[in-house]
């Protein structure tokens, strides 16, 4: 029983991430062989910079993707190399799509998870201590700072951040990646953003495990409050948690493309805004299908963890 | 001579505003023995329950003296009464599924407090070993969840023991078993006390019997003489509450056509879950039939099955002038009216955020003209509901108000057959009984049909013409 | 943005000392926009190249940007670029996501799988993904904008809907109404219909926000509407190079983006709270 529950919902997750990846390929497909504008103008632009261009460099170009050949011929030719993993080489740099996926990734990965990390750090234990006391003075405070945090773009709490350690106190670099303190305010921008939400669904999911009376009936039983936060409170607080932790990544997505592009950090988010901006298709449907795969990627890990956790479910049972 | 188990002295709750809701009780039970309280919904019962343990809500303030065991403590002191836990006081819940960790093996609960050994022993006891102490909460049934809690309270060494309304919403042979449960906890050691409702726990525990009426005790004594030859008013009217003690009922005699038959049904709730098979019941006007069983054996989805809103897989139903709902939907249309259901939970048989008048005028396209205007008035004054209260809200009316609402409005449509559905389960025994003569005597007066729908085998003896079990 | 509104409607226990605060924020915030332009007459794109980065005065009570733009113009012209634009987008993507969260629920069967399928699949997406692309290959204007965040949003509400109709549909007083005769679409518009409402309108102000922050990071990358347009993102990035010379100016559109969003987030939780509550805004 346990493990058809697992396996239906690594089904239903692969399944999700196929059609994810079908969907963009389509929608790429669109956007380049049937919207108006001139690709192979723009991609000359890209690659060889406005003022060298020449017709014959533009025409190159345009021969050497295909834009000019048969509409149904290419969707499949398209979709074929899609699938195939076939991502072609960046009409910018001319360097393979995966290694440069790669490389920008790894980049983005360090950032994103020593900002999801930051993030945790500083909300679970306010996230806790809200959650334990609601309505008290830590709670009040976390409401109203994360209610003011949420209200900024990442962008703005990155100028803040700069303006404060950057420009005001020098202490910190602004931009670039030479060095592991370059990483610092990239990910405090991030882990601010991200943390303002969860510490409120930390202390949420807290409180009301706290308020369930089956943490009380424990401490009638004998347990001493402490053992009881540990063994029940944490445990079913987890799930809700663990569930929005998948929709962090999401977040995570709006937020690691702005603070790279303000912070010039060469991870995946300044690659992709970059290649729009010079309509570098393969950079742009590479990235955009590893993104598309590491959503599904983290959801399909918060279902099962959410399984683990929650052994009604497990079992297939109805909640 | 050990000091007695509780001692409460004084107990005064109020709530924010300075009302009483408790005005000064006084109990004693003594070491080893057993004392059940009795009252309605609001007298205050359960908050005497939360005031021994400590568990008030916040806007409740509590004064007065409690010892246990010899510990004293004042009422008013939560952080004092806690410390009581485990050691003097410990509680036997309500509800199973909300007592346990839902993420956590019965056996491994049991076992934090109790160690391995007393925990497996325990659950032996109770019958629940092996599979079933390693069992997930969810996978028990309601009955091993009870006697998974009966273990728990086992294993405590408190000598009180605090049971809150131990037979709430159960069917009858479970409330026997909660009682023997109970017994064999106090054969233990323990003292109880009991706070319920339900006369069959006072009856089936013995000793010694509280009542308690708005926050004030009105007698108490031991078992037998409070139960067979009460003193207060309030003690007789609740004793001939009990069905048992009813007055027989006149039973109809006319042969008529009737109004509601089926023939050989079987439903379920989707094709492959079948619930039950070749089912028939014939119901003439004036009849009370019963549909008892179980819960979970399909009496209401029966009920919904005779009302056109479930359609069986096998069978037929037929209402009046032989007309089947399922397959004359004109029919259906318009003889919908006079087939209508009384719910279980009658405060959520009212739409939740609109005032009670509303819903009534929203009646009318319904209804034939000016029959709101007529009717209604004398309706209210049947039931002894007073127009004003139709301003409210159905949050802001007790569940014997909803439920004599609900009876009004389903008059307003003259229907031919009532099916009510548990219409007393959640109410108190003296409202029950109210209710239930509503509605026989309308049965009578107006020539309805009436199925009645219960877990209760008293009631439908008291009551029925003729009953049906799933 | 859903969950935030799930996450905050769960606090039922923290009190607000002042619970009208974001609602009236929202009034207020609405109203600058509406009159703004009307009380400040001043032209947003009037370049002055002999005033560039000055300070505040009367005749620009903000100060002027690197050309010579009137700030505090600037800033009320750019209001229904992000407010507007995100009250558009989110009526409409509600609106589309309700009915059909509503037909679903109602109708059941084949139609309920075929709208839930479709809106699992919807959901899938990450979001900014999706107006990534779409601004990046369309050029960043209004109408791709649009396109890809009503697209985003529509699926919450939807999923919302429908879980708000079926728990409503399974209760007591709609069964009671049935058996009384009434017609369904009484029964949908009276007693379906207002939970259903109320839980729209605490998601909608969420996604307000989140709409507005989402239309000024696009902004801010130069792929959301373009210059000369005040949007307020966008101003953000023209300003930047000029933080230390002139940091008022750029104060204000960040401050415009923070003040409104928070309005309308603290409009979100006190509906929220509201519902809770059980009352129910007629």
């Excluded at chain 1, 795969?293 to 049972?317: I, K």
């Excluded at chain 3, 935030?4 to 924020?25: E, H, K, M, N, Y």
């Excluded at chain 3, 709409?211 to 990358?221: D, M, P, R, V, Y």
């Amino acid at each position: 029983m346990i493990a058809r529950t697992v396996a239906r919902a690594i089904l239903a997750r692969l399944i999700q991430a196929i059609l994810v990846a079908l969907a963009l390929s389509t929608l790429c497909f669109i956007f380049i062989y049937i919207l108006p504008g001139d690709m192979a103008l723009r991609v000359a632009v890209g690659r060889f910079g406005l003022e060298q261009l020449s017709r014959d460099m533009v025409e190159s170009v345009r021969r050497e993707t295909f834009i000019e050949a048969p509409l149904a011929g290419q969707y499949f030719a398209w979709l074929g190399n899609v699938f195939t993993g076939n991502l072609g080489y960046s009409l910018v740099s001319n360097r393979s799509v995966v290694s440069e996926l790669w490389r920008a990734g790894a980049n983005t990965f360090t950032l994103a998870l020593i900002g999801w990390a930051l993030s945790y750090a500083v909300a679970i234990p306010f996230g806790i201590w809200a959650g334990l006391r609601p309505g008290g003075i830590v709670d009040r405070v976390t409401a109203g700072l994360s209610a003011a945090i949420a209200s900024l773009p990442s962008f703005l709490i990155g100028i803040i951040l700069i303006w404060i350690f950057s420009v005001s106190l020098g202490w910190l670099p602004p931009a670039g990646n030479r060095g592991p303190h370059y990483l610092i305010l990239p990910a405090a921008t991030l882990g601010i953003g991200l943390s303002a939400l969860s510490v409120r669904v930390i202390r949420n999911a807290v409180s009301a495990t706290n308020d369930a009376f089956f943490v009380t009936y424990s401490q009638i039983r004998g347990l001493s409050p402490g053992r009881a936060f540990v063994r029940h409170v944490l445990r079913n607080a987890s799930t809700p948690i663990a569930t929005f932790a998948a929709l962090q990544f999401a977040m995570l997505l709006d937020g690691f493309v702005v603070v790279e592009t303000l912070f010039n950090y060469p991870g995946l988010g300044d690659m992709l805004v970059k290649a729009l901006v010079s309509r570098d298709v393969p950079i742009i449907m590479g990235g955009a299908l590893l993104i598309g795969y590491l959503y599904a990627a983290v959801s399909l890990v918060s279902d099962l963890v959410c399984l683990w956790l929650d052994p009604r479910q497990l079992e297939g049972a109805r909640s | 001579m050990s000091a007695p188990a509780l001692v409460i002295r004084g107990l005064v709750v109020r709530d924010r505003q300075g009302h009483g809701l408790v005005r000064g009780v006084d109990l004693t039970l003594p070491a080893g023995g057993i004392l059940t309280l009795i009252g309605e919904t609001g007298s205050g019962k359960s908050l005497i329950a939360q005031a021994v343990m400590g568990l008030l809500p916040d806007e409740l303030r509590a004064e007065g003296a409690i010892s246990v065991a010899g510990r004293e403590a004042e009422a008013g002191d939560k952080p004092a009464l806690r410390r009581l836990w485990a050691t003097h006081t410990m509680v036997l819940p309500q509800e199973p599924s909300a007592a346990l960790d839902p993420t956590m093996r019965l056996l491994s609960q049991l076992a934090e407090t109790a160690g391995k050994t007393n925990a497996t022993s325990a659950l032996d006891a109770v019958e629940l070993s092996g599979a079933a102490a390693r069992a997930w909460p969810h996978a028990l049934s309601g009955g091993m969840a009870q006697r998974g809690l009966a273990a728990m309270a086992l294993v405590s060494n408190a000598p009180l023991l605090v049971a809150d309304e131990p037979t709430k919403g159960l069917d009858d042979e479970r409330v026997g078993i909660a009682i023997r449960l109970l017994a064999s906890l106090r054969d233990r050691g323990k003292a109880l006390l009991a706070i319920t409702h339900d006369l069959r726990v006072a009856r089936g525990l013995g000793s010694a019997v509280a009542v308690i009426r708005d926050g004030v005790i009105v007698e108490q004594g031991s078992a037998e003489a409070v139960l067979s030859t009460p003193t207060h008013a309030y003690t007789r009217a609740w004793l001939e509450a009990e069905p048992a003690r009813w007055p027989p009922r006149p039973r109809s005699a006319a042969a008529q056509h009737p109004v509601l038959v089926c023939e050989q049904v079987g439903f379920g709730y989707t094709p492959r879950e079948r619930l039950a098979e070749r089912v028939s019941l014939s119901l003439r006007p004036g009849e009370i039939v019963g549909l008892c069983g179980v819960s979970g054996r399909g009496k209401t989805t029966l009920g919904n099955v005779l009302l056109g809103l479930h359609r069986p897989h096998a069978g037929t139903v037929k209402w009046i002038g032989g007309a089947d709902p399922y397959a004359d939907p004109p029919a259906q249309r318009r003889l919908r009216r006079q087939y209508q259901k009384l719910h279980q939970d009658p405060v959520r048989a009212f739409v939740p955020f609109r005032s009670l008048a509303r819903q009534f005028a929203d009646l009318k396209p319904v209804l034939p003209p000016r029959a709101l205007s007529d009717r209604l008035p004398e309706l209210l004054d049947r039931v002894r509901i007073k127009p004003s209260l139709l301003a409210r809200k159905p949050a802001e009316i007790s569940g014997g108000e909803a439920q004599r609402l609900a009876i009004v409005r389903l008059l307003l449509l003259e229907p031919r057959v009532i099916v009510a559905d548990e219409p007393t389960s959640r109410l108190d025994p003296i409202v029950q009984r109210e209710v239930i003569e509503l509605l026989t005597e309308l049965a009578r007066t107006r020539n309805l049909g009436l199925i009645l729908i219960s877990h209760d085998q008293a009631l439908l003896d008291a009551v029925t013409d003729g009953e049906l079990l799933l | 943005m859903s969950e935030i509104a799930r996450s905050v409607a769960d606090t039922v226990r923290t009190g607000q000392r002042l619970p009208w605060a974001g609602p009236a924020l929202i009034l207020a915030v609405v109203l600058i926009m509406i009159l703004g332009p009307r009380v400040w007459p001043v032209s947003p794109t009037a370049q002055n190249l002999l005033d560039t980065l000055a300070g505040p005065s009367l005749a620009h009570p903000l100060g002027t940007d690197h050309i010579g733009r009137d700030i505090l113009a600037r800033v009320v012209h750019g209001a229904p670029l992000s407010l507007g634009f995100a009250l558009l987008v989110v009526a409409i993507g509600a609106a589309i996501g309700v009915v059909l969260g509503l037909v679903a629920a109602e109708r059941g069967g084949l139609i309920d799988i075929l709208i839930m399928r479709f809106t699992d699949l919807m959901l899938a997406f990450p979001g900014v993904l999706l107006a990534l692309l779409f601004a990046g290959f369309m050029g960043g204007g209004m109408v791709p904008l649009f396109v890809a965040l009503t697209i985003t949003l529509w699926p919450q509400f939807a999923r919302m809907a429908r879980a708000i109709a079926l728990q409503t549909l399974a209760e007591p007083h709609v069964e009671a109404s049935r058996l009384a005769g009434l017609p369904p679409a009484a029964i949908l518009a009276r007693q379906v219909l207002p939970p259903v409402l109320q839980q729209t309108v605490v998601l909608a102000a969420f996604s307000v926000g989140g709409t507005i922050l989402t239309i000024s990071s696009l902004g801010f990358l130069g792929l959301g509407m373009q210059p000369p347009t005040p949007e307020w993102g966008a101003m953000i990035t023209e300003l930047l190079p000029y933080i230390h010379q002139a940091p008022l100016q750029l104060a204000a559109p960040c401050l415009c983006i923070f003040v409104t969003v928070l309005a309308f987030m603290l409009g979100g939780e006190a509906f929220a709270r509201r519902a809770m509550r059980g009352e129910h805004a007629p």
